[in-house]
């Protein structure tokens, strides 16, 4: 089911980081996902800044949506 949606949304799962500590990246707790340990990664590059002065909230949910699919388990 998730998979079919995302496919639907034309998302496809990078492969999931090496964690660099023994956490784990994602937890869903009834509809919320509580994501730790994962950075907004473009490629080689990182989405840094403080919403609102530095980063728009247009990026700033690009770089949520990063961390979440990062997080992801595959």
Known sequence: MIEKKLA?????LPAAATPAFQYVPVTIHERLAFV???LPRRGESFVTGK???E???EQAREAARLCILQ???A
């Open 8 to 12: 639907d949304l034309g998302i496809e």
């Open 36 to 38: 730790s340990g994962q």
């Open 51 to 53: 919403v609102g002065s």
């Open 55 to 57: 980063v728009d909230l």
């Open 71 to 73: 997080g992801w388990p």
